[in-house]
C-alpha cells in the first residue's frame, strides 16, 4: 500500500510570510499532483510533476518533485489571506492504475 | 470547456434510510469516475471508479455501491444508511490514466 505523508498537518502564518509544505512517502510515484480545496468545495489542481527534479511554478508557489520521486515539497512566497486553505498532494502509481494516493493535507491560514 | 455537476449540494437522511447521490460530466467523452469520500475536511478515501459503463471496481467494502448507468454518469447509493456515512462525498473524472482529477463540488451528507 502507498503512503503520503504531509507535513505540517496545520499551518498558521502572517500575511506576507514563506512557508513550505512536504509530502514524503517509501514508495515511487510516476505523477505528484497537488490540490488546494477551500471548506465546503471541491479540491482543485494547481500543478502535476513528473520528471524526478522537476520544478514548476505558478506565480508565488513554487512546486518541486524529488529526485527519486518518492517526495514533493510546496513553497508559497509572500503568502496571502487568498492562499488559504487545505493543500493535498496525491500520488500516481503508473501504468494503467487509474488511481491517486492522497495525503492527509496541510490546513493553511494565512492572517491579514 | 469541460464541467462536473453533484447533486444534492446538501443532505440529511435518518439511519437506515436509502441513498442515491449522482454526478454529471459535461463537455467530454469516456471519462474515468471516481467516488471519494472525505472525513473532517481532510484526506480523501477512494470508495469506487469506473473506467466505462456498468464497470465499478469497489475500493472499500461498505454498505455503499456505486452505478455507471450512462458513460457521463455516476452515481453512489446506499439501501440503508448507517451514521458512520456522515461526511463531504466527491466525485471525480480524468481522461488520462488517473494522473490528473478534477473533482465537482461536492454533496454534504448528514446522516442522523
Known amino acids: 500500500t502507498q503512503l503520503l505523508e504531509q507535513s505540517p498537518q496545520f499551518l498558521s502564518i502572517q500575511e506576507g510570510e514563506n512557508l513550505t509544505v512536504y509530502c514524503n512517502s517509501s514508495s515511487v510515484f510516476s505523477s505528484l499532483q497537488w490540490y488546494r480545496q477551500e471548506p465546503g468545495e471541491g479540491p482543485v489542481l494547481l500543478v502535476t510533476?513528473?520528471?524526478?527534479?522537476e520544478v514548476k511554478k505558478l506565480k508565488r508557489l513554487t512546486f518541486q518533485f524529488g529526485d527519486a520521486r518518492k517526495d514533493s515539497s510546496l513553497h508559497i512566497t509572500a503568502a496571502q489571506p487568498g492562499d488559504t486553505g487545505l493543500y493535498l498532494c496525491?500520488?500516481?502509481?503508473?501504468?494503467?492504475?487509474?488511481?491517486?494516493?492522497f495525503g492527509k493535507g496541510t490546513l493553511l491560514t494565512v492572517n491579514p | 470547456s469541460q464541467t462536473i455537476h453533484q447533486w444534492p449540494a446538501t443532505l440529511v437522511q435518518p439511519v437506515g434510510s436509502p441513498l442515491s447521490l449522482e454526478c454529471t460530466v459535461e463537455g467530454t467523452s469516456n471519462p474515468n469516475l471516481y467516488w471519494y469520500r472525505q472525513a473532517a475536511g481532510r484526506g480523501l478515501q477512494l470508495l469506487f471508479y469506473?473506467?466505462?459503463?456498468?464497470?465499478i471496481s469497489s475500493e472499500v467494502p461498505q454498505n455503499l455501491s456505486a452505478s455507471r448507468p450512462q458513460d457521463r454518469q455516476f452515481i453512489l447509493s446506499s439501501k440503508k444508511l448507517l451514521l458512520s456515512d456522515s461526511g463531504f462525498y466527491l466525485c471525480?473524472?480524468?481522461?488520462?490514466?488517473?494522473?490528473?482529477?478534477?473533482f465537482g463540488p461536492g454533496t454534504r451528507l448528514t446522516v442522523t
Open positions: 471525480a473524472w480524468s481522461l488520462d490514466s488517473g494522473r490528473k482529477q478534477y
Open positions: 510533476v513528473v520528471t524526478g527534479g
Open positions: 496525491a500520488g500516481a502509481g503508473g501504468g494503467s492504475n487509474y488511481k491517486l494516493t
Open positions: 469506473s473506467v466505462g459503463i456498468g464497470q
